[in-house]
């Protein structure tokens, strides 16, 4: 046993069991994140319910269990005990998401098994999502246009028509949002620059009468392409407004549900395996190409998505040049002294300082120090509303590369330490530089440890929060940080992150516990983003790796 030790081997055999089961675990928990992400847009059946009440009546239900859970008697109130009669320690309950904003104070609602006492999921259910006050339970019985019914529950080609007219709706709301977000806002943002030059010139002394002459004319001209763009956006409003649907809720109540308000129809009871799989991945694309709803509980995470990767490339832009550059100045010129030393030290510590403090040092640095210089230097005509004194994509993705500097920094200098002295001495006695030497040998072969570095600092980037809520990152941007409107890449605007919607839906919703599976996808998503960031650095860095190999030897 003495000597199988002296060998080695044990260790060996640890090392790999540890490597093993951190893989395992890593795996395990991708698959646990994704499978309660991804269930979350797999169409659930909808439940009629009549649950009994305290006095003796019953509660009629209409909507899709989100979760079911065991709890003991003891976390209920007495009289709900008493009512369900109760002998067992513990009881089932379901987690109801029943919509109908309008008429309940909360979408959601704990129903406890023993109490129900009918459960059906009949195929006319519907479930209606709409722009505004979310999902909408219930039993569509007629199609009116313009007050006049057109369609009605029974009729051969009653669904027929009503995805027809769902699908009409959803165009001209499409079409007038495109309007908002493409014409109009060019108007706005054009109109927004004209009072800024007049501002300037006036600051300048150089508003004269041509001057303001001329800036009337170009707002004259902005306002008539506004009114042609507005009564563009007004007819497509009438027309989207034409249709409504009559449904019958789960108070018996036959209620008006505007078409325009509606974004998509489906009948999950009276759906087959292959209509499942194709609403799954239906709901799946407008998760991630469209934009949120409701706070952030309802829609897609689109500018989420953007904002991250933005952030994240605009990052790597920053942090590699600075890190490759401080490498090489410590390897290659600064002396092996006490003073190179400590500099290495503190690079390391930096790798250890708490994430929130680069977040106060980016806030009171970039923000208030350097972008409020910027304003009073070059904008002074938008002052006092700031534009680069505030938080912004710009300062969150400076605050990050000062953040993951150190990891740059070291892995770059481990690559140019692992380069064989002989090729810096065959280049000098050749007749090159030390700076050419550097720039055509050194840097080319140590780039793959500048990729590892990079890949490192992506990894620890994207999923960081904690200084983003300080240094630029929103609930909700009404905007992109890029656009249309020259100069196209806006980086004083704020943005949405996926790191900071998923701490926002998980903790800041209405009801936590319902907030929970959109919580599972958006982290899925997040790993997802990072691997794809990642393994496009990885490939980078395979292919710098083969090309340079053969110079090693």
Same mark, same amino acid.
């Given at each position: 046993?003495?000597?199988?030790?002296?060998?080695?081997?044990?260790?060996?055999?640890?090392?790999?069991?540890?490597?093993?089961?951190?893989?395992?675990?890593?795996?395990?928990?991708?698959?646990?994140?994704?499978?309660?992400?991804?269930?979350?847009?797999?169409?659930?059946?909808?439940?009629?319910?009549?649950?009994?009440?305290?006095?003796?009546?019953?509660? &009629?239900?209409?909507?899709?269990?989100?979760?079911?859970?065991?709890?003991?008697?003891?976390?209920?109130?007495?009289?709900?005990?008493?009512?369900?009669?109760?002998?067992?320690?513990?009881?089932?309950?379901?987690?109801?998401?029943?919509?109908?904003?309008?008429?309940?104070?909360?979408?959601?609602?704990?129903?406890?098994?023993?109490?129900?006492?009918?459960?059906?999921?009949?195929?006319?259910?519907?479930?209606?999502?709409?722009?505004?006050?979310?999902?909408?339970?219930?039993?569509?019985?007629?199609?009116?246009?313009?007050?006049?019914?057109?369609?009605?529950?029974?009729?051969?080609?009653?669904?027929?028509?009503?995805?027809?007219?769902?699908?009409?709706?959803?165009?001209?709301?499409?079409?007038?949002?495109?309007?908002?977000?493409?014409?109009?806002?060019?108007?706005?943002?054009?109109?927004?620059?004209?009072?800024?030059?007049?501002?300037?010139?006036?600051?300048?002394?150089?508003?004269?009468?041509?001057?303001?002459?001329?800036?009337?004319?170009?707002?004259?001209?902005?306002?008539?392409?506004?009114?042609?763009?507005?009564?563009?956006?007004?007819?497509?409003?009438?027309?989207?407004?034409?249709?409504?649907?009559?449904?019958?809720?789960?108070?018996?109540?036959?209620?008006?549900?505007?078409?325009?308000?509606?974004?998509?129809?489906?009948?999950?009871?009276?759906?087959?395996?292959?209509?499942?799989?194709?609403?799954?991945?239906?709901?799946?694309?407008?998760?991630?190409?469209?934009?949120?709803?409701?706070?952030?509980?309802?829609?897609?995470?689109?500018?989420?998505?953007?904002?991250?990767?933005?952030?994240?490339?605009?990052?790597?832009?920053?942090?590699?040049?600075?890190?490759?550059?401080?490498?090489?100045?410590?390897?290659?010129?600064?002396?092996?002294?006490?003073?190179?030393?400590?500099?290495?030290?503190?690079?390391?510590?930096?790798?250890?300082?708490?994430?929130?403090?680069?977040?106060?040092?980016?806030?009171?640095?970039?923000?208030?120090?350097?972008?409020?210089?910027?304003?009073?230097?070059?904008?002074?005509?938008?002052?006092?509303?700031?534009?680069?004194?505030?938080?912004?994509?710009?300062?969150?993705?400076?605050?990050?590369?000062?953040?993951?500097?150190?990891?740059?920094?070291?892995?770059?200098?481990?690559?140019?330490?692992?380069?064989?002295?002989?090729?810096?001495?065959?280049?000098?006695?050749?007749?090159?530089?030390?700076?050419?030497?550097?720039?055509?040998?050194?840097?080319?072969?140590?780039?793959?440890?500048?990729?590892?570095?990079?890949?490192?600092?992506?990894?620890?980037?994207?999923?960081?929060?904690?200084?983003?809520?300080?240094?630029?990152?929103?609930?909700?941007?009404?905007?992109?940080?890029?656009?249309?409107?020259?100069?196209?890449?806006?980086?004083?605007?704020?943005?949405?992150?996926?790191?900071? &919607?998923?701490?926002?839906?998980?903790?800041?919703?209405?009801?936590?516990?319902?907030?929970?599976?959109?919580?599972?996808?958006?982290?899925?998503?997040?790993?997802?983003?990072?691997?794809?960031?990642?393994?496009?650095?990885?490939?980078?860095?395979?292919?710098?790796?083969?090309?340079?190999?053969?110079?090693? &030897?």
């Amino acid at each position: 046993m003495k000597k199988w030790f002296r060998t080695g081997k044990p260790w060996i055999w640890l090392t790999a069991g540890s490597v093993s089961i951190s893989l395992v675990a890593v795996i395990g928990l991708v698959i646990m994140i994704g499978w309660r992400g991804l269930s979350f847009f797999w169409p659930s059946a909808i439940h009629e319910m009549d649950v009994k009440q305290a006095d003796g009546g019953t509660k &009629h239900i209409i909507g899709e269990i989100y979760d079911s859970e065991i709890v003991p008697t003891t976390r209920l109130p007495q009289s709900m005990v008493e009512l369900a009669e109760i002998e067992s320690e513990t009881i089932t309950r379901y987690l109801m998401k029943i919509g109908n904003r309008e008429y309940v104070p909360l979408d959601f609602t704990w129903v406890l098994e023993s109490l129900v006492t009918e459960d059906t999921t009949p195929a006319d259910l519907a479930v209606i999502e709409r722009s505004k006050d979310g999902n909408f339970y219930g039993r569509i019985t007629a199609i009116t246009e313009q007050g006049n019914v057109i369609a009605r529950q029974g009729d051969a080609d009653f669904r027929e028509v009503l995805f027809e007219r769902v699908e009409r709706a959803v165009e001209l709301n499409e079409q007038a949002m495109g309007l908002q977000e493409s014409e109009i806002a060019s108007v706005n943002y054009a109109m927004g620059e004209l009072e800024l030059e007049r501002r300037r010139l006036q600051l300048e002394g150089k508003l004269t009468d041509e001057a303001v002459a001329y800036l009337q004319e170009q707002r004259e001209k902005l306002q008539q392409d506004y009114q042609v763009y507005e009564e563009q956006l007004f007819d497509l409003r009438e027309q989207a407004q034409r249709d409504t649907l009559l449904v019958k809720d789960f108070r018996g109540e036959e209620v008006m549900v505007p078409m325009y308000r509606v974004l998509d129809v489906n009948f999950p009871n009276d759906m087959g395996f292959f209509a499942k799989v194709g609403h799954f991945f239906q709901q799946v694309g407008k998760f991630v190409s469209e934009d949120p709803r409701e706070a952030n509980t309802e829609g897609g995470v689109f500018p989420a998505i953007f904002g991250t990767v933005f952030m994240v490339l605009l990052m790597s832009v920053i942090v590699t040049p600075f890190g490759v550059v401080a490498a090489v100045y410590l390897h290659e010129y600064a002396g092996k002294n006490s003073i190179t030393k400590l500099i290495r030290i503190a690079v390391i510590n930096l790798a250890g300082v708490p994430s929130i403090v680069y977040g106060v040092f980016g806030l009171g640095f970039f923000v208030y120090m350097v972008g409020g210089s910027l304003d009073q230097v070059f904008y002074p005509e938008a002052l006092p509303n700031p534009t680069f004194g505030t938080p912004g994509v710009l300062w969150s993705a400076v605050t990050l590369a000062i953040l993951t500097l150190p990891v740059v920094i070291v892995s770059t200098e481990e690559g140019l330490s692992r380069i064989p002295s002989t090729l810096r001495e065959g280049s000098l006695a050749l007749g090159a530089t030390k700076w050419e030497t550097i720039w055509r040998i050194i840097i080319p072969m140590a780039s793959p440890a500048i990729m590892t570095g990079l890949i490192l600092a992506v990894a620890r980037a994207a999923g960081e929060v904690a200084p983003l809520m300080l240094v630029g990152v929103v609930k909700s941007a009404p905007m992109l940080p890029v656009d249309g409107n020259f100069p196209y890449f806006h980086l004083d605007r704020k943005f949405m992150h996926l790191g900071f &919607h998923i701490y926002d839906v998980g903790f800041q919703s209405p009801n936590v516990e319902a907030a929970r599976p959109l919580v599972y996808a958006t982290s899925f998503l997040l790993i997802t983003v990072i691997v794809g960031l990642n393994l496009t650095a990885i490939s980078v860095r395979n292919h710098l790796r083969e090309k340079y190999r053969s110079l090693e &030897h």
